[in-house]
Antibody, heavy 117, light 109 residues
Framework: EVQLLESGGGLVQPGGSLRLSCAASGFTFSNYAMAWVRQAPGKGLEWVSSIASGDGSTYYADSVRGRFTISRDNPRNTLYLQVNSLRVEDTALYYC??????????WGQGTLVTVSS | QSALTQPPSASGSLGQSVTISCTGTSSDVGGYNYVSWYQQHPGKAPKLVIYEVTKRPSGVPDRFSGSKSGNTASLTVSGLQAEDEADYHCSSHAGSSNVFGTGTKVTVL
């Protein structure tokens, strides 16, 4: 059974930083593209960033490029998202997702990031 | 990276059908056969119900079907059941990025 367990969220002031983690199990982590998708309270889903399985190429939404960094540690089966220069509008539930054929087949339960002074 | 356009709400009676549209551009929906749909119940994580426009993951009832014409994709839920009441989100590959729709709340009457 695929499990994705996010951690690292919390309350942070504008301009602050956090490191989100996602511990993956139940599948061969290194073989799959992974991504982060966020959902602001009462809003729709927003793709944030993806990382490829092979060469580890990374991709970012315009809204976070230059502030967020996605990475993966295949031996530790862990996905990361370093979030810097946080803004109030970054407040959201951040989901770790497993990519499959252009879609996201498995989702974690999310970790909440709240940016407020 | 503008969000795909979905109607805010849709409804149908028990046993009837409901169709949700998802409109993008030739740079996303119209340019790739990588449209997916997600069902989300309140307080829960989204669940994949359609991928690659028309394909259903294992375990998803065949009441769920997808299609695409030009820059618009659609999700049809036939034989509506009470448990189908949820938010539905479309998504599309868009070159070096991915884009989600604005979301549709489906109500079963």
């Amino acid at each position: 059974e695929v499990q994705l367990l996010e951690s690292g969220g919390g309350l942070v002031q504008p301009g602050g930083s956090l490191r989100l983690s996602c511990a993956a199990s139940g599948f061969t982590f290194s073989n799959y593209a992974m991504a982060w998708v966020r959902q602001a309270p009462g809003k729709g889903l927003e793709w944030v960033s993806s990382i490829a399985s092979g060469d580890g190429s990374t991709y970012y939404a315009d809204s976070v490029r230059g502030r967020f960094t996605i990475s993966r540690d295949n031996p530790r089966n862990t996905l990361y998202l370093q979030v810097n220069s946080l803004r109030v509008e970054d407040t959201a539930l951040y989901y770790c997702v497993k990519g499959i054929r252009g879609a996201y087949g498995d989702w974690g339960q999310g970790t909440l990031v709240t940016v407020s002074s | 990276q503008s969000a795909l356009t979905q109607p805010p709400s849709a409804s149908g009676s028990l046993g009837q059908s409901v169709t949700i549209s998802c409109t993008g551009t030739s740079s996303d929906v119209g340019g790739y056969n990588y449209v997916s749909w997600y069902q989300q119940h309140p307080g829960k994580a989204p669940k994949l119900v359609i991928y690659e426009v028309t394909k259903r993951p294992s375990g998803v009832p065949d009441r769920f079907s997808g299609s695409k014409s030009g820059n618009t994709a659609s999700l049809t839920v036939s034989g509506l059941q009470a448990e189908d009441e949820a938010d539905y989100h479309c998504s599309s590959h868009a070159g070096s990025s991915n884009v989600f729709g604005t979301g549709t709340k489906v109500t079963v009457l």
